[in-house]
């Protein structure tokens, strides 16, 4: 793979923010809570799938106290229709009780004490910030891992790593970024048969059509 030119990085960053400059999540929410909730949820389940579902689970658990105080079987019969279920159900119980033990009921707002929450990681933490409090933050998925790999931006093979490339190459911006690269990727620069010709306004910077996992 050839390197990526400097000027080039500052295009694709321009016409990034451009494109995207007033883009957020495609989750629909209506607090930290919710959101928290549905990004917890979104991990590798779609945004649509997840706005299907919490309509109900909020209904039914309307803040983090109630939530805490969920028997298991309610969360996972709500949330059946995601991935992993199992394992969510257990994580967002949990996350609520830490957050009403250890945080006065309060979700905290900071990156190091949101990752300590059950269920919740870097790109989750990141996410949360970037969305509620348009913190300078690059959270990578599976689209912006992909993106920033065809765009010759990073050649890391974990998410991890392609996270602190983005934040070394961009610098500034991280928030509008994420988001722009997110759609770019989920509508654009799709996995399988993306809109090169048709629909892409940075093609002549890609340097493959690649799949690109993380490992």
Do not use: W
Request: proline residues 3%.
């Amino acid at each position: 793979m050839k390197k990526i030119q400097n000027k080039d990085i500052k295009t694709i960053k321009s016409r990034l923010i451009n494109r995207y400059k007033n883009a957020k999540s495609e989750l629909e929410y209506g607090s930290l809570y919710e959101l928290l909730v549905a990004v917890i949820l979104s991990a590798q389940c779609t945004d649509k799938r997840v706005n299907i579902i919490t309509p109900e689970l909020f209904k039914s658990f309307p803040n983090v106290k109630s939530l805490a105080k969920a028997k298991l079987e309610d969360i996972t019969t709500l949330i059946q229709s995601c991935s992993f279920f199992n394992n969510k159900s257990k994580n967002l119980i949990a996350m609520a009780k830490m957050v009403m033990e250890e945080f006065d009921g309060k979700i905290p707002l900071n990156q190091e004490e949101l990752i300590k929450l059950p269920g919740v990681g870097r790109k989750t933490a990141n996410v949360v910030l970037i969305e509620y409090k348009n913190e300078n933050f690059m959270a990578v998925d599976t689209h912006v891992f992909r993106v920033s790999h065809r765009l010759g931006l990073t050649k890391a093979k974990t998410v991890e790593e392609t996270e602190k490339d983005l934040t070394k190459v961009f610098k500034t911006d991280l928030n509008h970024l994420h988001q722009g690269m997110v759609l770019f990727g989920r509508y654009i620069c799709k996995a399988r048969n993306p809109s090169c010709e048709d629909e892409c306004f940075l093609q002549e910077f890609c340097f493959s059509k690649e799949g690109f996992k993380p490992q």
